[in-house]
Structures are given as structure tokens and as C-alpha cells.
């Protein structure tokens, strides 16, 4: 039996690229002015890297139209090198797929000769589970996945482009954006230029994660550092109204964060619009943010006289648990990382090395144990982890219960 590499994280901060950043005014009105509500300094993206991969994370409050978003944002480049090792596509969660199907059904959103345009299609498999008697098109920024996509089903027409300019050749019947707009910097330049594609009987489909339905156990919370516009029943009202779009309907989704709206082209308005509750549902998120790393401190507390920590999960979760909780408090403690990502092993996360899991059979237990670092792999982690022989006692899980997101 080889000797286990266990190790101590590095404290130290690390430089950050400059070029990884870019500040800019409201995105969906222009103002300048704006309040910070939440900074995590030196946050790192996944793992150790020799480019500047840490950088601050600071989401801002608009004082005109209350709109909230990440400032300063990533570049292209900071996109690029920060989300290297996440993929950089968006669109539907696996899983939702049939019920949005169904829910365009029901609305005459897909009868036959139609012609639907999903927008952040990655490799078109959504586009795929529409009737054939449609014009299926697709675009999205990864060039690969829409060549994956081209290979895979030749029926489809996708394009690779930046969704505020991509050129389409036809004008769509229906747009689609599910779960697109909060990633993108410019999200009103990318309403504006379907508003330019569209013709007068088009109809958007769009859904976003919004404020009124932020409140999750996940300490990773709303303000996902993948998001760069965070949006209320309010903003979206306003994000629509002045990217030329007249909303129809709004359906909260059930079981997790979405709200899908249904609109229609209208002039583009140039007014700002601003709801002032959403001062007071931000105050009510932030609260119910701490009380959730509140829950996770006080299931901390079975860990903390164990003389070395096994963390399992190499993954942002882990920079949470670094940047909000006591866990890496003491500095004498030594550390085993593991994450079943092939891709990750060989790779350090704050100095510390990324093992394979099957390294935890070798580890004496009597004087270790195992926090799981995840929260939707949280159950398989677990039975991953006694499968290993990992003993219940000391195999910790973070969170009482799951929300999809």
C-alpha cells in the first residue's frame, strides 16, 4: 500500500488577468450608477491553472432600474479561460426537455411548416425531439458542438455564431431561449437583434431564473458566477419591453427556478421601467443565502474534530465551501481531493491534488473522514463512497434535501 498524498490547500491569493475582465453600465437600462450587494474576492474557477484563473466576483444592485448583474463581467477571453473546463454552451437542462415540448404544443407553437429557431442549441438534441414536419434551427457559440450536431442529424440546420449578430436565413416563426439570457453580457443587444429577425407573427419563448424564486439550500445560491444578468418578474418585464418584445404570458415552472415567458414583436421602448420591491425580495434572497450557509456551518460542525478531511468533489461547490464556511479553517489540517471526473485527476485545486476515489479504500478512517462537496451528485457520492468502504459515520452529506434547480 502506497503512502496517501495528503497535503495542506494554499491560502495565498494569485494573481488575476485583467484582461479576464470588463466593467460595464446596467445591461439592461445604461446607467452608471450602481451598489454592490455580494463580493467573493479571489475566487478561482475550477482547478489551478499558470494563467490567472482567480478573480473577484462582485454582483451589483442598478439604483435606476433595480436590475441586478455581475460587474465586472468576463471579456470573451475571461469566458474563454475561466469556463475552459466547464464547456461554454447554455440552453435546457436534461431532463425538461419533453415537457417543453409539450408546453409549445399546447400553445400551436409547433404545427406543421413552422420554422423554430432555438437559440443556445449547443448540439440541437432539443431540436431533434421536435416533429420533423418543422424548420428546425439552431445557433449557438460552440463551434464543436454544432459540428457534433450537423453529424448527428442532418435534418437540422445549425448555425455557429454570437447571438447578437448571428445571421439566420429565414425569418422564424418561433424563438426559443431557455435558460440563455442570465449568461450572456449584453442580453438586451441579443433581444433586439431576434426583434430584427423576427417577423410580426413571431412569437419568443424565453425562460430565465428570477428573484421571486431564488431561495435554495444550495450555497451556491441565485447569484451563480455562470450568470451574468440576474433577473426578477420585473426586470424581465423590462428586459422584453425595450428589446422590442410585448409580453403574452409568464408561467412560474414547477420544481425548480424558471420563469417562461411567451411574447410578442413590439416597438421598442426606451423607457426604464423599475419595480421597487425588488430592493426588499433581494434583502429577503440574501437572508435566506445565509441561513442556508447557516445549515451547512452547523452540519460542518460533525467535522470538526476529525484530524484529516477526504473532500469529494473537485468542482466550484468546493470554492464555495473555501469562501463562505470554516472548513479550511485550520491550518494544520491535512487534505485528501478526489472528484470521479477523469478529466480533473492529475490537476490541483488550490494546491491540493486531485486524486481518483478509489484512493479512499486505503485511507484509515479511524482518524479521517469524508465531506461530500456537491449538491445535486450529493446522493451518488454517497453511495459511491460506502461502496469504497467509506463508514457512514464518517461520510458527511451537507444538505438534508435537494431543489432542482
Known amino acids: 500500500m502506497s503512502a496517501l498524498p495528503w497535503s495542506r490547500p494554499d491560502p495565498l491569493s494569485a494573481w488575476h488577468d485583467p484582461r479576464h475582465l470588463q466593467l460595464r453600465d446596467c445591461p439592461l437600462c445604461g446607467s452608471a450608477r450602481s451598489r454592490p450587494v455580494m463580493t467573493l474576492e479571489d475566487f478561482q474557477f475550477f482547478s489551478d491553472a499558470a494563467i490567472g484563473k482567480r478573480v473577484p466576483v462582485r454582483e451589483v444592485r442598478c439604483l435606476d432600474c433595480q436590475t441586478l448583474y455581475l460587474n465586472p463581467c468576463w471579456s470573451s477571453a475571461g469566458f474563454a479561460a475561466l469556463f475552459a473546463e466547464a464547456g461554454c454552451s447554455y440552453g435546457a437542462s436534461a431532463g425538461r426537455a419533453e415537457e417543453q415540448v409539450d408546453w409549445l404544443r399546447a400553445r400551436g407553437l409547433l404545427d406543421a411548416g413552422l420554422s423554430v429557431l432555438d437559440a443556445g442549441c449547443y448540439d440541437g438534441r432539443f431540436l431533434s425531439r421536435l416533429p420533423a414536419t418543422l424548420d428546425r434551427l439552431g445557433v449557438d457559440i460552440d463551434a464543436p458542438a454544432i459540428e457534433r450536431g450537423r453529424a448527428r442529424d442532418a435534418q437540422l440546420t445549425l448555425l455557429h455564431g454570437d447571438f447578437e449578430n448571428f445571421d439566420c436565413p429565414r425569418a422564424p416563426d418561433v424563438i426559443t431561449l431557455f435558460h440563455v439570457l442570465e449568461h450572456l453580457p449584453r442580453p438586451l443587444t441579443v433581444l433586439r437583434h431576434l426583434h430584427a429577425l423576427a417577423k410580426p407573427t413571431t412569437r419568443l419563448v424565453l425562460e430565465v431564473p428570477v428573484l421571486e424564486h431564488a431561495a435554495t439550500n444550495?450555497?451556491?445560491?441565485?447569484?451563480?458566477?455562470?450568470?451574468?444578468?440576474?433577473?426578477?418578474?420585473?426586470?424581465?418585464?423590462?428586459?422584453?419591453?425595450?428589446?422590442?418584445?410585448?409580453?403574452?404570458?409568464?408561467?412560474?415552472m414547477d420544481g425548480y427556478n424558471g420563469c417562461r415567458v411567451l411574447a410578442e414583436p413590439a416597438p421598442v421602448s426606451e423607457q426604464v421601467h423599475a419595480d421597487a420591491d425588488d430592493a426588499a425580495r433581494l434583502h429577503d434572497y440574501l437572508g435566506a443565502w445565509h441561513a442556508a450557509i447557516a445549515a451547512v456551518e452547523r452540519r460542518l460542525l460533525a467535522a470538526r474534530d476529525w484530524p484529516r478531511l477526504v473532500l469529494w468533489g473537485a468542482g466550484l461547490h468546493s470554492e464555495f465551501l473555501w469562501q463562505l464556511t470554516s472548513l479550511f479553517d485550520r491550518a494544520e489540517r491535512e487534505v485528501l481531493l478526489v472528484d470521479s471526473d477523469a478529466l480533473k485527476?492529475?490537476?490541483?485545486?488550490?494546491?491540493?491534488?486531485?486524486?481518483?476515489?478509489?484512493?479512499?479504500?486505503?485511507?484509515?478512517?479511524?482518524?479521517?473522514?469524508?465531506?461530500?462537496?456537491?449538491?445535486?451528485?450529493?446522493?451518488?457520492?454517497?453511495?459511491?463512497?460506502?461502496?469504497?468502504?467509506?463508514?457512514?459515520?464518517?461520510?458527511?452529506?451537507?444538505?438534508?434535501?435537494?431543489?432542482?434547480?
Open 218 to 252: 444550495d450555497i451556491n445560491g441565485f447569484f451563480s458566477v455562470q450568470h451574468m444578468t440576474h433577473f426578477s418578474h420585473a426586470s424581465l418585464a423590462h428586459a422584453l419591453a425595450r428589446g422590442g418584445w410585448r409580453l403574452l404570458e409568464r408561467q412560474t
Open 345 to 405: 485527476q492529475g490537476r490541483r485545486w488550490r494546491g491540493l491534488p486531485i486524486l481518483p476515489p478509489a484512493l479512499l479504500a486505503e485511507v484509515d478512517w479511524s482518524a479521517a473522514g469524508l465531506v461530500i462537496s456537491s449538491y445535486a451528485g450529493q446522493p451518488a457520492i454517497a453511495a459511491a463512497a460506502a461502496e469504497l468502504g467509506v463508514p457512514a459515520a464518517r461520510c458527511l452529506s451537507l444538505y438534508a434535501s435537494l431543489r432542482r434547480y
